[in-house]
């Protein structure tokens, strides 16, 4: 499993560290909220793999695509989607990333390379694997990445997916965040208990710490790296811990999903790599909390102030 902050750099743990607080206090900010009436869409939190998005989407240029399932805050926001844009969307706004139309399972920011999420399990993997393939029959200096929980290993669709990207060398890097929970189902009663070992069947496999923002940053970046040189997929495994309930605003304690919110947390990871290498100080750690509280204040104001919709628009994008 990759995991060294040896080459972690005072540029690269700021600006990771940003996205990482950008996505937890984003979905803290909301959890008041969801239970009044202004939020009008269900929601299923990052809270807790917050590492896995951050890692991977930092090495991705907007322009290269992302397609991911009903947990959608945490990729969203690491990709480039406008926080405005988002928090606007959850109120049913027309000012929203799908101009209300979606709610939190259906983003869709396509100047960032986001075509769409998909609510349907692992329903967004082969539409990856296809946008993928169609970069390589253009030539296009692109790729993909197709994203899914471990509940997604068990659909036909994810094994098809994976045969068909190694026969056609599709540039496409498979992530899959393994919180270990499958809804309620239990690791034993899934078709296969370690994924990576039959993934490996298929492609080169990296595995990394998902609760270490690092250690999926350079997972993900060799995967990457072996995409370009090769044009073959790429299999990254993350193992996760997922702090809240699938779906709400409460928190998941279950026996069979244990968290130390301590040893688990991706942003008390890097602070403390961060500051035993003297990379930045608690004062500039403070800054960047601050500064996203400002931007989530004014992410606040504009979903408010901006319009719902009008039942003109009923018949549009149909």
């Known amino acids: 499993m990759v995991g060294d902050t040896a080459n972690l750099t005072r540029e690269l743990g700021l600006r990771l560290l940003r996205k990482l607080r950008e996505i937890r206090q984003f979905e803290e900010r909301i959890i008041p909220l969801y239970p009044t009436d202004v939020m009008v869409t269900p929601v299923h939190l990052h809270i807790g793999q917050e590492a896995v998005p951050v890692g991977v989407c930092d090495h991705l240029r907007p322009k290269d695509l992302l ?94 997916s994976l045969n068909f990207a190694a026969l056609k060398a599709v540039p496409v890097m498979f992530v899959c965040e393994d919180n270990g929970l499958s809804n309620v189902m239990e690791k034993k009663d899934h078709m296969f208990a370690d994924i990576t070992e039959v993934a490996g069947h298929f492609m080169e496999v990296w595995r990394a710490d998902g609760t270490d923002v690092h250690s999926v940053w350079s997972a993900a970046g060799q995967a990457l790296r072996h995409i370009r040189e090769s044009g073959k997929p790429a299999f990254l495994w993350c193992r996760t811990k997922r702090w809240m309930k699938h779906q709400g605003v409460e928190t998941d304690d279950l026996e069979c999903n244990p968290v130390d919110r301590e040893k688990d947390c991706p942003i008390k990871k890097l602070e403390k790599a961060m500051k035993a290498r003297n990379l930045a100080s608690d004062k500039e750690l403070d800054e960047i909390t601050q500064g996203i509280e400002a931007q989530l204040n004014a992410a606040l104001e504009f979903a408010k102030k901006s319009p719902f919709p009008t039942e003109d628009l009923l018949m549009t994008e149909v």
């Open 67 to 160: 397609f991911f399932g009903h947990r959608t805050h945490g990729p969203a926001l690491a990709k480039g989607l406008d926080m405005n844009r988002l928090m606007a969307e959850l109120f049913g706004r027309t000012t929203g990333c799908a101009n209300s139309f979606g709610g939190s399972m259906h983003l869709v920011d396509p100047d960032n390379g986001m075509l769409g999420s998909s609510a349907l399990v692992g329903g967004g993997i082969a539409l990856g694997v296809g946008a993928a393939l169609a970069a390589k029959l253009e030539k296009r200096d692109q790729f993909c990445v197709s994203w899914f929980g471990d509940g997604a290993v068990d659909s036909g669709a994810f094994w098809e």
